[in-house]
């Protein structure tokens, strides 16, 4: 089996299979640790998936530990959402991840870009690699692209039908120790000069924060204003100003495309599947993707360990898809309160004063509650006589 990228859906993949018993050879074109730009974020979804690969408690002995979402809505109401979280920067948690895969039997190769499937009959039986400098022909029963948000990959293997990403996001690391016991908790700000996304400051371990802001839905030309809109979040927002202005840049503010709602690229082909970001594994909305990557890093994993033929392999594979598709409906539903942030105002008010609210909002975060119940049209006007 031969697995390319060895982000959070790549490892995962690859640790199942190589648990399996299978023969496993991961491909990555960055060197390990690599930077990844990305909230770093880790929610229930991603709590649990880590569990199942065994590394959660490594993980979380690295992360800062948070208990709640603070939502702040344009004219500075606030509500913490209790929930199981945390914080590591994705340059030590995709290392962990891999390492993982490496322990369980999967062979990492030297750095190595993906530049076409190798095909036979009809079938990809593997992949043409660019190793320093030169080209390798490796060849696999199964190829599993987990390649981002980034489309190339994609584009080149014949599986992606939209070029254009779902969104676009820009974040840095700001090293500021004064701010420790001020921001606690995962911040998220919308207001009326970040409609379309919202700005967000999430504590990192050792003083760090992740500092970011994003556009979600509808990608236009909103690459272009991502420096616009962080300036604007620092300057609607005082602890986004405050961290900036008293703390140090440890990295810079860098932007990244996001892939949403498991649209935009087909899942599979014979002897191929793709997954993670990829396919679009990244809740819209909240920008969410590191859960659903590892989950479907999973599924793709134990569709070909328990598929017999590549019929069963992808039928598998595309009915466990298919199950997960509603929950991103959901949250691709919930998007429109990102345009039309003063949603969030009525919501923050009415939390604040409904426990029952405040469970819904908690559940959301556990996918045990229907996000569009609070934030779908009808959902707000119910919120008027709850």
Known sequence: MLVVGAGPAGSACAQHLA???????????HAFPRDKTCGDGLIPDAHAALRRLGVLDEVMSKAQAVQHVSCIAPRGGRVDVPGM???????????????????????????????????EAGRVIGARLKMAGALHEVRARWLVLATGAAQQAMLAAGLCDRRTPSGVALRGYVKNDAMRGRINTLQIVWHARLA????????????????????TGSYT????????????????HPDAR???????????????????????????????????EAIGSTYAFTGEGIGKALETGLLAAESIVEGVDDAAVRGRYDTALKALKPRFDLYARAEHVNRHPWITDLVVWRARKSPRILRRMSGVLDETQNPGRILSWSGVTKLMFE
């Open 242 to 276: 405050a961290l900036v202005e008293s703390g140090t840049w440890i990295s810079e503010p860098k932007g990244a495309p996001l892939r949403c709602s498991l649209e935009g690229s087909r899942w599979s082909r014979p002897g191929l599947l793709a997954t993670g």
């Open 196 to 215: 379309g996304g919202y700005g967000w400051i999430f504590p990192a371990p050792g003083g760090l924060f992740n500092i970011g802001a994003g556009y």
């Open 85 to 119: 979280l945390a914080v590591l920067p994705r340059r030590e948690l995709d290392h962990i991840l891999l390492r993982a895969a490496q322990a369980a039997g999967a062979v990492l190769l030297p750095p190595a870009r993906f530049e076409a499937p190798l095909e």
């Open 19 to 29: 648990r399996a018993g299978l023969s496993v050879l991961i491909a990555d074109q």
């Open 221 to 236: 030309d909103q690459a272009q204003n991502l420096r616009e809109l962080f300036d604007a979040f620092c300057a609607v």
